[in-house]
């Protein structure tokens, strides 16, 4: 009798785990890059007072610094997007992870709705955020 295969292999459980921590720094990237150039101005704003040149320079490196910021930025996204559609090839939620049942949206056929968490995705697997609720 063959043994029945209960769990997923280890390439398809690490790809999920990798998914999964690839979302969440996506998730805080953005307030991480705001903090890092709110404590940039408080710097450059000090150093106005002590050493001008400095100020002037920390402006010029932090423009410099928006290039690889959104280089992470794309790369995260492109790697997100490639595990989510690998998640939902078997048919798995990207977000919540359960093996729940991804419909067919009404409005659209390339993307997809989770029955259990109600988060929708493209077919290229980008996060559909939910709209907003409030009444115009
Ligand atoms: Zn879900």
Redesign the pocket.
Known sequence: MPRLRIYPSRTVYYSGVLHTTVRAIRAAFPVCVFVLYLLAFIAAFAMVFMLPIGALGLVFVSLMGLIPVVMVWTILGMLERRLARAKLARGI??????P?RMRARGDSASAYA??????EFTANGEDIALPDPTPA
């Open positions: 939620c990207p977000a919540c992870g359960r729940a989770c029955t259990a968490c109600e988060c």
